[in-house]
DNA sequence: CGATGAATTGAAACTTGTCAACGGCAGTGG
DNA sequence: CCACTGCCGTTGACAAGTTTCAATTCATCG
């Protein structure tokens, strides 16, 4: 299944019938508030398993940022899948660790860290991401746009835009295009990120 | 086992080997940056399992509130288990899958919530959490100082104080203790929460 | 080339944090 | 039994980081 640029094709709330694995593309997985205020609780990527929520309906709502292509399996057959292949389950159970350690992470982010850190820690971290793709570049490729970022950060977006700015000034990065950056310093960014990651 | 109040039993890097389901009592899980800022992930109470990290260290600590009593079991062991049970497995993923969406919640409340929203949202998730126990009791109880509430919310301990305190004055809490809190008016806490609950 | 939405930049306001003082309670020891 | 001590929680005044509101610039695309 495919799903373009812009489409919510996991809603919050609604019924939980099925389980989807990302095969290319990038999502926003996110969370709102009654008055619309929003937060993004992490980007899902090829590979990546949604919908592993217990409870009857989502807990979040996902949404196409560039065109997502996708599997998607009934609840019921994922039951069926689970019976029949046992690795399966653990394979999930890997996931889902992975993914509660990556949540604390962004907990740790989201109520200890100061702007500056924050946009640090994000920028390696998706340095990170694309290190695995591409061996080692230090250009970094930003998907989403600056309210995406802001709303994964905890902040708006004329600080996520200042911060970098203020980055930039620092000689720490480069920014040849809004969803371009270029890490030149990563020692120094990282000294910046506040953690260790 | 059993660990006395205050005693830290899990720590943050250090290699993964053991895993735990608390029996009772209650301990706070944190993660903390270099420079002592600490961020609490949660609060973990009797039935909760701990460890579930992957990767070979655990990714925060665990420390008792409450005097603590706990069953240990070696990763090896564990996975003797998960071999002779899969059964097990089920429940771990369910388990891990609950504390996902918590983890979610919380990422909500940290990055996109007010003080006095985050501060409603604790006191009545707290409450659910006590009514489970004891069926329809006004009475919170808190058995974790402001410190580890604020490093809970990512606020200060002084803001914590006063927003309960704002609370008080607006007769929507009563604060007959600092570690017992009585909701007077639930629906006007709820409505000061942001969110559903 | 003009139009539209995204990103940047600036100034002012506000929520929360910081620093400091005070009060209360518990445990200790004279 | 009562001062003493230390920790926890509360309260106040001020500072600071981030948000809000507004204007401008920049990219993309028909």
Redo the contacts between chains.
Sequence with gaps: MTAEAGRTFVNEGDSADNFFNITSGTARLF?S???G???I?GFAGRGHFLG????NSY??SAEAIEPVQYCRFSRIKLRQM?DDF?AL??R???V??????A??????L????TARERVASFLLSRKLETAACISTTPHVHLPMTRSDIA?Y??LTIETVSRTLTSLKADKLIGIPHPAEIVVLNQTGLAAQA???N
Tied chains: 1, 2.
């Design positions: 969370k508030l009654p008055d205020r929003r937060q609780t592993l929520a217990v409870s807990a979040f689970l046992p389950e653990k999930l159970l890997e889902a660790s992975n993914e509660l350690v949540a604390q992470e962004q907990m740790l989201l109520g200890r860290k709303d950060l905890g506040g953690g260790y």
